[in-house]
C-alpha cells in the first residue's frame, strides 16, 4: 500500500514537467525596474528585471540596472513595476543594500508586500542542470509580459567586472578583483537586454539559484545584457545574503 | 495486475524521450512552399516551410510566405514540395482561405493526398512547456532535408501585425488589431528564414499547437524570420480552424 | 520483490538527469589543442577543443584546427592542454592519422596518458534526440573552463566541405564529395569558434557519437565555428574509426 503509494508519486513527478507549475509561481514574484518621471512619455523608463524575495517588500536586481542618478528636480524616482499585461502597478523603491563586486543591489519597496521567491542554495548546482529564468528580455513595449527560459548550466567561470561596476572600485580593489574574481555560472541561453537581473531558478521547487547578469558578445563580455548571443552569465545566489544580512544589521 | 501494468506503463513514458519517435512521423506532413517557373533556373523559388492537414490535400502555411503576384505569363505557379532529400515530389497548390489578421493561409493541393496532422488546442498550452517544430529553416540549398527544434514556451504576448499584411489592411483595421492584438506564442527558440509556417507539436503526440511566423530583431519584430535570433513567435492553432470552416462552408 | 526492484531503479532513472554526473566525467577528458611557441607571448595560441580516446594517449580534434605550418625555427609545436581553471598541463603532440574528407585528426600525446572517453554508434543517433557537447567555446582567456551544453539532433544533412579542406583536395576528389557529400548531424545549439572538435555524447552514457565541426552563418557554412549562431553541425562518431585504423595497422 505505501510502496504504491510512492511510486505514483514517483511516476508523477517523472512524467509531469515540472517547469509550467513553477513558471506560473514564480511570475508573480518578477518585476520591471524602471525609472519614472512625472514629465515624460512615456513617464516609466524601463531598466531591467528584479524579483521579491524576503518579506515581500524586498527586490533584488543588478547593481548595473541601478541609474547613476535620478533627475530629482524634476521628480525623476526609482521604481518596481508589478503586475501583468496592461494591468500593472507601479512601487516606490529604494536602494537599501548592494554589492559593487557581485553587481547585486538590494531595493525596498513601499506597501502593499507582493509574493516572495525563496533563496536555494547556489553552491548546490551542477554543471548540465538545466534550470530556468523569467524575465522581461524586450522591456515592456506592450504591456508587461514575462518570458520564462529554460538555462542549462553550462560552467563555472571567473566573473569580468562590468563597465558601471569598474567607475565605481578603486584601482586597488580592481586589482584585487582580478586576481581572484568572484565565479559566476555561465548559462546556455540566449538573454536580450531586459533580462538583467532576472531570477535563475530550479524547475522543481522555483528555489532562485541565480540572478543574470551579463552575456558573452565576441571579443568580450558586456555588463548589460545588451547584445543577445547563446552564452549569458548569472551572479550565484548565495551572493544575496549578505545585502540581507546588511540589511538587516542595520536595525530593519 | 492492473496496477502493475499501470506502472509499467507509465515507467515507460517517463523513461522514453517521446521526440524522437514523434519527430519521425512529423516529417512526412511537412512540405517546402515555393514558386514554380519552368524559364528559372532554379526553378523552385523556395518562400517557407508549410504542413498538411484535414484530408490529407490542404496545406497550412504563414500569410506572409505567399507571394503577392505570380509572373503567370511566363507560367509561375504557386507549388508545394514533397519528400526527402533529393527524392522529391512538386504539386501545384491553389490559396483556398486566408487569415490577414493571423498571418495564416490555407492552400489546396493537386492530388495524391499526403500524410496530415492531426491540431491540438493551443488554449491548453502552458507557459514553459517544451514542444518542437519541424521545417526548412535553411532553404534547400542540397535537398530536402527538415529540421527539428525543441521550443519552451516563453510567453504568451500581444502579435505585431507583419509589415506584408499592413499593407493589405485598411488604416481602421490596422487600428483595431493594434488596440486589442491577437495573442501569440513567444518561443524561446532560434528560428531561420525558411521557418515561416513550420508546425509547433507536442512532443507526445504530434498534435498541431501553433506556426512559427516571426522572430524578434532588435529595434522590432519581423514579419519574415529573416535574422535569427533567440526569440521566435507562433500563432496559436485554434486560428486556423476558422479557415478551415470557411473551406468547408464554401461547399467542399 | 524483482517487480519492486525494478520499478525503484526504473523511478529513479526518470527522475533524475543524467547530464550533471555525465558532464563531470566528460571533462576529464576534454582537452585544448594549442600551438605553443617559447618566444610568443602568451606563449600557447589556442586553436579549439579535442578529446582523448583509445589508450589515453591519443586526441580527436578537426582537420581545419590543425594549423598548416609551425615555425619550427622558433620551436613553435603542436600541444594539447588538460586540466581544470588555471591548474593546467602541456603535453607534446603529433598528427597520427587525418581525413581531410571527414575534417578529423587523430594526435598521439607524449605520457602520461589521460582518461579517455567511449566511441558509441552515430548510427544510432535519432532525430529529435537530446545530446550534450563540452568544449571551450570562447577560448582560455582566464583559465581552462570546459563548457557542457545539451544540443537536440535537428536533422542529418549533406556536409558542406570546410574551405581549409577544399585547399589539401584535387579538383576530382571535391567532385567526387559534391555529388555523394558525407552526411552530417544539423545541431539545434549554439557553437563558438573554440568549440570546433568538441565531443557530442549521450546524456545518460557519455559515449561520443559526433565531433563538432562546423557552424550556420547566414550565406554559408563555415569551416571554422567563427560566428555562433542558433544552427551547429557535427561529424558523426562512426567516423573516426577509421583513423584509429589506420594509427593501428601502422604497427602502433
Same mark, same amino acid.
Do not use: C, W
Given at each position: 500500500?505505501?510502496?504504491?503509494?510512492?511510486?505514483?508519486?514517483?511516476?508523477?513527478?517523472?512524467?509531469?514537467?515540472?517547469?509550467?507549475?513553477?513558471?506560473?509561481?514564480?511570475?508573480?514574484?518578477?518585476?520591471?525596474?524602471?525609472?519614472?518621471?512625472?514629465?515624460?512619455?512615456?513617464?516609466?523608463?524601463?531598466?531591467?528585471?528584479?524579483?521579491?524575495?524576503?518579506?515581500?517588500?524586498?527586490?533584488?536586481?543588478?547593481?548595473?540596472?541601478?541609474?547613476?542618478?535620478?533627475?530629482?528636480?524634476?521628480?525623476?524616482?526609482?521604481?518596481?513595476?508589478?503586475?501583468?499585461?496592461?494591468?500593472?502597478?507601479?512601487?516606490?523603491?529604494?536602494?537599501?543594500?548592494?554589492?559593487?563586486?557581485?553587481?547585486?543591489?538590494?531595493?525596498?519597496?513601499?506597501?502593499?508586500?507582493?509574493?516572495?521567491?525563496?533563496?536555494?542554495?547556489?553552491?548546490?548546482?551542477?554543471?548540465?542542470?538545466? $534550470?530556468?529564468? &523569467?524575465? *522581461? =528580455?524586450?522591456?515592456?513595449?506592450?504591456?508587461? /509580459?514575462?518570458?520564462?527560459?529554460? +538555462?542549462? !548550466?553550462?560552467?563555472?567561470?571567473?566573473?569580468?567586472?562590468?563597465?558601471?561596476?569598474?567607475?565605481?572600485?578603486?584601482?586597488?580593489?580592481?586589482?584585487?578583483?582580478?586576481?581572484?574574481?568572484?565565479?559566476?555560472?555561465? $548559462?546556455?541561453? &540566449?538573454? *536580450? =537586454?531586459?533580462?538583467?537581473?532576472?531570477?535563475? /531558478?530550479?524547475?522543481?521547487?522555483? +528555489?532562485? !539559484?541565480?540572478?543574470?547578469?551579463?552575456?558573452?558578445?565576441?571579443?568580450?563580455?558586456?555588463?548589460?545584457?545588451?547584445?543577445?548571443?547563446?552564452?549569458?552569465?548569472?551572479?550565484?545566489?548565495?551572493?544575496?545574503?549578505? $545585502?540581507?544580512?546588511?540589511?538587516?544589521?542595520?536595525?530593519?
Amino acid at each position: 500500500m505505501a510502496l504504491g503509494a510512492l511510486l505514483v508519486m514517483g511516476l508523477g513527478t517523472a512524467q509531469a514537467d515540472t517547469l509550467p507549475d513553477t513558471a506560473e509561481r514564480v511570475q508573480q514574484s518578477v518585476v520591471g525596474i524602471a525609472t519614472f518621471k512625472p514629465t515624460r512619455s512615456p513617464r516609466a523608463d524601463y531598466m531591467g528585471t528584479g524579483f521579491v524575495v524576503g518579506d515581500g517588500r524586498l527586490v533584488v536586481t543588478n547593481f548595473h540596472v541601478i541609474p547613476e542618478s535620478l533627475d530629482t528636480e524634476r521628480r525623476e524616482r526609482l521604481v518596481v513595476i508589478s503586475g501583468h499585461g496592461r494591468d500593472t502597478e507601479i512601487h516606490h523603491a529604494e536602494v537599501v543594500a548592494q554589492s559593487v563586486d557581485h553587481d547585486l543591489a538590494l531595493l525596498r519597496i513601499s506597501a502593499p508586500s507582493l509574493p516572495a521567491l525563496r533563496l536555494g542554495s547556489s553552491d548546490a548546482v551542477r554543471i548540465g542542470e538545466e $534550470l530556468a529564468f &523569467t524575465g *522581461y =528580455p524586450i522591456g515592456m513595449i506592450l504591456g508587461l /509580459y514575462p518570458a520564462t527560459h529554460r +538555462a542549462s !548550466v553550462a560552467a563555472r567561470t571567473p566573473m569580468v567586472i562590468p563597465a558601471r561596476s569598474s567607475s565605481e572600485l578603486d584601482e586597488r580593489r580592481i586589482r584585487a578583483l582580478r586576481n581572484n574574481p568572484p565565479m559566476v555560472f555561465q $548559462l546556455d541561453a &540566449t538573454a *536580450y =537586454p531586459g533580462n538583467s537581473g532576472s531570477p535563475v /531558478y530550479r524547475k522543481d521547487s522555483g +528555489a532562485v !539559484v541565480g540572478v543574470v547578469n551579463q552575456v558573452f558578445v565576441q571579443g568580450g563580455r558586456e555588463a548589460a545584457v545588451s547584445q543577445p548571443s547563446g552564452i549569458s552569465y548569472a551572479i550565484p545566489s548565495d551572493r544575496i545574503r549578505p $545585502l540581507l544580512d546588511e540589511y538587516h544589521a542595520n536595525g530593519n
